[in-house]
């Protein structure tokens, strides 16, 4: 089992040279491949980014009702109960 993995091992660092060779080669492609990749992932990021700060995210100060079905606001770091029957 050990001879196997060390066989694959070899196999993943000989595959790893062959494809630096190969980069080397044509440093204009492989700048373009870069950058290309390096522009999708920074996109990609900052349109999830704004997406789950748009849509995901809950709204800042409004936490889920309470059991009793009245919302719990945030004020000031305190936790207010907000009830219709004017109590204090």
């Known amino acids: 089992m050990s001879s196997s993995v ?5 196999d993943t660092w000989r595959d790893a040279a062959q494809a630096l ?3 080397k080669s044509s440093p204009g492609v492989t700048l373009v491949a870069v950058v290309s990749i390096g522009l999708a992932i920074g996109m990609a990021t900052g349109i999830f980014s ?4 748009m849509m995901l995210a809950p709204v ?3 936490r889920a009702p309470s059991p009793d079905g009245s ?5 000031a770091g ?7 029957c004017g109590e204090f």
């Open 78 to 84: 305190f936790r207010v109960r907000e009830t219709n």
């Open 60 to 62: 800042p100060g409004i």
């Open 21 to 23: 060779r190969i980069l």
């Open 6 to 10: 060390g066989q694959m091992i070899r």
């Open 50 to 53: 704004q997406i789950q700060s």
């Open 71 to 75: 919302p719990i606001r945030e004020s």
